[in-house]
C-alpha cells in the first residue's frame, strides 16, 4: 500500500505564497495520478489539481493562473506551489493517489494523507 504525507501549511497573508509538499512511500512506481484537494470550514472536500506521470496537469478553475501542481517521480514526491493566495484557499489539503474510475461513473482516489492546514488571513 502507499503511505502520503503533506507539509508546508501554515498562516499565510492575502496574496502570499506557499508550497505544499506530499511524499509517498510504499508501491509507488506504478503512479500515474496524483492529486491534491482542500476542504474549507464547512465545504466539500475538492479536487484542486492533477498531476499525471507525464506531466500533463488539470487545475480547478479557481485556482488557475495561481497554483502550480508538479511532481517528482523519482522521488515519489508531489508539490502545490501556491501564489496569490485568497481567504477562499483556507482549507486543509490533501494529497491523494492511486486514482481510479469508480462505478458511480467518477474518478475517485483510495490513498490519502492526513492533510495539511493552509490558512489565509482576511
Known amino acids: 500500500q502507499v503511505q502520503l504525507v503533506e507539509s508546508g501549511g501554515g498562516l499565510v497573508q492575502p496574496g502570499g505564497s506557499l508550497r505544499l509538499s506530499c511524499v509517498a512511500s510504499?508501491?509507488?512506481?506504478?503512479?500515474?495520478?496524483m492529486g491534491w484537494y482542500r476542504q474549507a470550514p464547512g465545504k466539500q472536500r475538492e479536487l484542486v489539481a492533477e498531476?499525471?506521470?507525464?506531466?500533463?496537469?488539470i487545475y480547478a478553475n479557481s485556482v488557475k493562473g495561481r497554483f502550480i501542481i508538479s511532481r517528482d517521480n523519482a522521488k515519489s514526491t508531489v508539490y502545490l506551489q501556491m501564489d496569490s493566495l485568497k481567504s477562499d484557499d483556507t482549507g486543509v489539503y490533501y494529497c491523494?493517489?492511486?486514482?481510479?474510475?469508480?462505478?458511480?461513473?467518477?474518478?475517485?482516489?483510495?490513498?490519502w494523507g492526513q492533510g495539511t492546514q493552509v490558512t489565509v488571513s482576511s
Open positions: 510504499g508501491i509507488v512506481f506504478s503512479i500515474n495520478a
Open positions: 498531476v499525471f506521470r507525464d506531466g500533463s496537469t
Open positions: 491523494a493517489t492511486n486514482r481510479f474510475w469508480s462505478l458511480s461513473g467518477t474518478y475517485e482516489y483510495r490513498s
